[in-house]
C-alpha cells in the first residue's frame, strides 16, 4: 500500500478491482487468439512429437484462458462493470455472449482430438493426423479466429453505447 500513496494522483475507490478484472478479461482473450493462431499454424498431417505435444499443451492453455475469460467476463457483467441492465439490456452483448460459447462449442472437437493424441505421446508414440483431419481442423480453427475477431468489435461498439435502448 506504501506503493500506491507514493502515487502523484489519487485513486478512486474501487478502481484497481474494476481495473484489475478488466485486465485478465482482455490478457485471457489475448491469450485464446495467440493460442488458436498457434493451433492454426501447427496442425498438419502427421506432426512430430515436438509438435503434437505443443499442440496439447496450447490448447490446454487456451481452455484455460478461456474459462478466466468467462470468469472475469461475469464479475464485469454482476460486479465490476457498468451495472448488469447496460449488457443484458442490450442485444450486441448477447450476440457477444452468443459468438463466444459458439466458438467454445466449435472448440470441443479439436480438444477432444488433441485429448486423443495424448494417449499415444505418453506411450511415446506419435498420433496418426490424415490429411483430411488435419483439414479439417485447420478449417474448425479458422472459423474460431474469425469468431473470436468479431468480438472485439462487438465489445467496442457496445462501449460506445450502440444497442442500448433510447432512454426515454
Known amino acids: 500500500m506504501a506503493l500506491l500513496a ?17 485486465y485478465v478479461h ?4 489475448m491469450v485464446c487468439f495467440g ?3 498457434l493451433e492454426r499454424r501447427l496442425i498438419a498431417p ?6 503434437a505435444t505443443l499442440m496439447v499443451i496450447t490448447d ?11 470468469g472475469s467476463g461475469i464479475l464485469r457483467v454482476l460486479v465490476y462493470g457498468q451495472g448488469s441492465s447496460f449488457y443484458t439490456e442490450n442485444p450486441l452483448f448477447w450476440w457477444k455472449v452468443g459468438l463466444y460459447l459458439s466458438v467454445g462449442a466449435l472448440s470441443l472437437y479439436p480438444t477432444i482430438t488433441y485429448i486423443l493424441w495424448a494417449i499415444p505421446l505418453r506411450k511415446g508414440e506419435l498420433p496418426q493426423v490424415s490429411e483430411a483431419l488435419a483439414v479439417r481442423l485447420g478449417w474448425i480453427l479458422n472459423i474460431e479466429l474469425a469468431g473470436f475477431a468479431l468480438i472485439p468489435l462487438l465489445a467496442t461498439l457496445m462501449a460506445r453505447g450502440v444497442g442500448l435502448p433510447a432512454a426515454g
Open 35 to 37: 493460442a488458436l493462431v
Open 46 to 51: 502427421n506432426p512430430s512429437r515436438q509438435n
Open 60 to 70: 490446454i492453455v487456451y481452455g484455460l484462458a478461456a474459462l478466466a475469460l468467462l
Open 6 to 22: 507514493a502515487l502523484p494522483f489519487d485513486l478512486p475507490d474501487g478502481v484497481l478491482p474494476r481495473a484489475g478484472v478488466a
Open 26 to 29: 482482455y490478457l485471457s482473450f
